[in-house]
């Protein structure tokens, strides 16, 4: 065991601890060709903070220990170290660790969490899980560490603001276990803190950290220009065998000696308290071991093989087709390893080769520290495009501060099990990271592709050659759906436009004519550079001056143009573009970016966000003092249209869920009311705010049976992407097909068939309602029918000054003739409210009694069989109803009251009557009687 004595500082220490050095010392031992890496140092050369990778044995630990806090809180330095968790292999484990990330809105200025959120995550739920998962005693206390930042970090670059949580549980754990406690807690989380986050909760509670694959902050370290967690609150907590309770006590962090029990802040301590497993997870946690040995037993047999060189190489040949992970144990190793793949591709596999250079420019942000879910959306991009681009991934994670060699094997565990078409990430993605975000290098990437396949045209200069260096050229920009009807979309102002091509047609005599210009400039310029006596090269350089200037003029022809457009076509075609369009139903667009209502945040719109749809208006970030004359206009125009406070919250609710494509309410909501009551303005509005997202419904798609297989239906297929649609006024007495209005306001798809196209089935994302003063026949009386209506009754009367009115409402209010007039002023502000509506109830509609009352008064009126039995029938000791008596007077009354209407059938009446009464026998049923209109008073009576 080593002294602290034996180093000059905790410099010194590192020094001789480097992983590297330790290597460099035992590349002669055969069997001790690598050494783990304990502890690394975040670095940041901005700041000049150089990062390291350290070797601390166990047995060195206390040494290490007392120079660190000698360093960072006698000598108050600071130091960025992080802490490589412990495996669980020799039989003991770490405490419980906890990183809680919290991400919200760039405005939040103050920390968001109090120390009662941070007593009910402790008490509510993670005390409570582990009952789940020990058998605990009494007498054995363990303890809890609390640890915050003095501040919370606003990142005005990334314009949102952090916060977090360092949480250390007493607990001895290992890490599978560590998984399933938070898988549990995820699932409960949610309903205990109400923190106005940004970010999803799965994203909150650091994965690595549970699965022991991230490294830990060292307590008293930080990020570079980051502050230091500080120890807020220390509880120690005992468990009570009476009542299988725990108890918290909480003591003076500032009581707690930091250099003296430096260690039980630390990852890597193994002596917290142990308990026995509660047989309840015990199946569980076996199979989950089970899987985790398995793997481990892989990784410790034979070395990791996998084949990523070009499948055109001699399968026979494995030492050329195959690489061994596990001996890419350093950074040129690696870089080997990725030029051997590279310099296997073929020439027409030239992308996978541009979208490495891509991922190798993306900055920081994507693979340091914290980075975890933008690195996962790269692997995922990486390997829809190629299965070749592993090691591209690793080598952009091996930029990374704390990033182990040893890992390579699990990462590629991991990259096996990733979805190749995750929420529609490819390589277009990474493309678009790279030029948002290192746009320099993106352009020098682009010019490099481009000059390519310019260099290509000189040896073969075909129409195909030139469609391919125009689709280098444009591939971010331009998509063609269509090779029949030559239909093309580019994508401006966020989103997808459909195009003729026209506009890239004349890029062919302008953009890519200056391409050759350029090149053929450059060109000239170093021919001027040759030696005179070299006349060869002269010669050369000459011949490709002369094909740019001939490429030059062919690219301002008509025919040639119309051939490489011909040729471009095949090459810009994406056949999974309409499949996606418009899909992710928590995006809307607006004319200045694109709204998350997922994860509540404006953005600009990306390519593979597959948009095509707008609202046609801008975005204005909700602000009441900004816009409060409009925002006050609109408000009391709400109020007034639903003067009641239970229906106004409702129908706020309703028209803010439909900015999410998803009916999540499964609802067919029903404006009602008679002649001038707001109906149609209200409609309009939402036409105005909602954009392209709204539209018309046909009324005959509820009324009427599905359309043919093979007729067009281009209505209907105009309703792919709509969020809120608007059904025509039905007439006098339509009856409502049950069937097809289940279908959609549920989780359904439809099949339509646009004019010459090919028919195609898409999710329904609308919100279905209708404007009318003459309800439909329903004739179903089922619940799955009757729980989807809604009766929204607008209740207000709009007259003119002096008019008489002769409707049953105290709610007169009078016209504003220049109404319409000002909807196109309010749509932004509506559209902002609407939007921070939704981003608090996400899209979840509660039930009102006003609007469940008229709809159950509907649902009466609609139920003939109902309607006539509490009409007709009620109980009385010694009264009996004979079937055939009752189907006569049944068939009387209906003619009377329904008119021409098609009557239920007498055996729909005997089983209501049943139901309700109890199963008749053979003279029919007792205790009850018909009411015949020579009775009523008496029966008035009786009622009494």
Not at 754 to 783: K, M, R
Not at 842 to 852: L, R, S, Y
């Amino acid at each position: 065991m080593s002294s602290s004595c034996q180093y000059k500082d905790l410099q010194d220490f590192l020094i001789k601890h480097n992983s590297k050095g330790q290597k460099d010392k035992d590349k002669e031992k055969e069997n001790d060709r690598t050494v783990a890496t304990t502890h690394t140092r975040i670095g940041d050369k901005t700041l000049n903070i150089f990062g390291g990778a350290y070797n601390i044995p166990p047995e060195e630990l206390t040494a290490f220990y007392s120079l660190y806090c000698q360093h960072v809180f006698t000598n108050r330095k600071m130091e960025y170290l992080t802490e490589k968790q412990l495996d669980g292999t020799d039989g003991k484990c770490g405490g419980i660790f906890v990183d809680f990330d919290f991400r919200y809105k760039y405005d939040v200025q103050t920390r968001q969490h109090t120390k009662e959120h941070i007593v009910d995550i402790i008490t509510l739920l993670y005390l409570e899980e582990l009952k789940e998962f020990f058998i605990f005693k009494k007498d054995t206390p363990f303890p809890v560490f609390i640890m915050e930042k003095p501040n919370v970090n606003r990142c005005q670059d990334k314009n949102i603001t952090k916060d977090g949580i360092h949480m250390i549980i007493g607990i001895q754990m290992d890490h599978v276990m560590q998984t399933m406690l938070r898988q549990r807690i995820l699932a409960k989380i949610g309903e205990t803190c109400d923190l106005p986050l940004i970010n999803e909760w799965d994203a909150v509670l650091d994965e690595g950290i549970s699965k022991g694959i991230t490294n830990w902050q060292m307590y008293g370290s930080r990020k570079p220009g980051n502050q230091a967690y500080e120890l807020t609150q220390h509880y120690v907590i005992t468990y009570d065998e009476t009542d299988g309770e725990f108890m918290m006590e909480e003591e003076r962090a500032q009581s707690f000696d930091v250099c003296k029990d430096f260690e039980k802040l630390s990852v890597q301590y193994n002596k917290f308290q142990k308990f026995e497993i509660n047989p309840k997870i015990v199946d569980e946690y076996s199979k989950l071991l089970g899987k985790k040995s398995t793997i481990r037993a892989k990784k410790s047999g034979n070395k990791t093989k996998v084949k990523l060189i070009s499948s055109a190489c001699s399968d026979d040949d494995e030492d050329e087709s195959d690489i061994s992970l596990d001996e890419i144990t350093n950074l040129e190793i690696l870089k080997k390893a990725v030029e051997k793949i590279m310099n296997s591709l073929q020439p027409a596999e030239y992308a996978v080769k541009e979208v490495h250079q891509y991922t190798q420019i993306l900055p920081p942000k994507y693979y340091e520290p914290g980075s975890h879910l933008l690195n996962r959306q790269v692997a995922f991009a990486l390997k829809h495009t190629d299965d070749r681009l592993f090691l591209s991934w690793v080598m952009l994670r091996s930029k990374a501060s704390d990033f182990d060699y040893a890992s390579i094997p699990q990462l590629y565990n991991d990259w096996k099990r990733y979805n190749n078409n995750k929420e529609g990430i490819t390589k277009r993605s990474i493309m678009y990271w790279a030029k948002q975000d290192a746009y320099d290098d993106y352009m020098n990437v682009r010019m490099t592709t481009i000059d390519h396949f310019i260099e290509i045209t000189l040896e073969t200069p075909t129409e195909f050659d030139f469609g391919m260096v125009l689709y280098q050229m444009f591939k971010d920009k331009y998509i063609c759906t269509s090779i029949v009807n030559k239909t093309w979309y580019v994508f401006k102002n966020h989103r997808w436009v459909q195009d003729k091509g026209q506009s890239l047609r004349m890029a062919i005599s302008k953009d890519m004519f200056n391409y050759y210009q350029r090149s053929m400039h450059l060109c000239a310029a170093s021919l001027q550079q040759v030696e005179v006596d070299d006349d060869t090269k002269r010669e050369n350089m000459k011949r490709k001056v002369n094909k740019y200037t001939e490429i030059s003029v062919k690219l301002k022809t008509t025919n040639n143009k119309n051939n490489i457009m011909r040729e471009a076509m095949e090459i810009f075609y994406d056949n999974e573009f309409v499949k996606n369009m418009d899909l992710n139903k928590h995006l809307i667009c607006f004319t200045n970016g694109i709204v998350d209502l997922k994860n509540k945040l404006f953005r600009d719109g990306y390519p593979q966000d597959y948009i095509t749809k707008t609202t046609g208006i801008p975005y204005i970030p909700y602000d009441y003092e900004k816009f409060k004359s409009i925002a006050d206009d609109i408000m009391s125009f709400m109020e007034k249209l639903f003067p009641i406070k239970e229906l106004n919250r409702y129908m706020w609710d309703h028209l803010s869920s439909t900015l999410i494509g998803e009916n999540i309410n499964q609802t067919f909501n029903i404006y009602r009311g008679s002649g001038s009551n707001g109906k149609s303005m209200l409609t309009d509005l939402m036409t105005m705010t909602m954009g392209e997202y709204a539209g018309t419904v046909p009324v005959t798609l509820v009324t009427e049976k599905r359309p043919g297989v093979g007729g067009t239906s281009s209505e209907i297929m105009q309703l792919k992407g709509v969020r809120y649609a608007i059904m025509q006024e039905p007439s006098k007495d339509a009856k409502i097909n049950e069937g097809m209005m289940k279908n959609l306001t549920g989780d359904a798809t439809m099949q339509a068939r646009a004019l010459y196209c090919e028919a195609e089935t898409f999710h329904i994302q609308f919100n279905l309602v209708v404007c009318t003063n003459t309800l439909f026949e329903v004739g179903s009386n089922d619940d799955g029918t009757w729980r989807r209506i809604r009766i929204c009754d607008f209740l207000a009367k709009f007259v003119d000054d002096g008019e008489t009115h002769t409707d049953d409402t105290k709610y007169v209010f009078t016209k504003d003739k220049s109404l319409k007039d000002k909807l196109p002023e309010w749509a932004p502000v509506f559209a902002s409210m609407l939007v921070n509506r939704v981003f608090e109830t996400q899209g979840k509609v509660e039930d009102c009694d006003i609007v469940n009352a008229s709809s159950n008064k509907y649902r009466q009126t609609q139920d003939h069989i109902a309607a006539f039995v509490s009409e007709m029938i009620v109980k009385r000791d010694g009264g009996k109803i004979k079937k055939m008596e009752l189907f006569q007077q049944f068939k009387m009354w209906f003619q009377d009251s329904q008119g021409n209407r098609k009557m239920p059938k007498g055996v729909e009446l005997n089983e209501y009557m049943d139901k309700r009464f109890g199963k008749a026998k053979t003279a029919g049923w007792s205790g009850i009687s018909i009411v015949y209109p020579d009775q009523e008073d008496e029966i008035d009576e009786l009622n009494g």
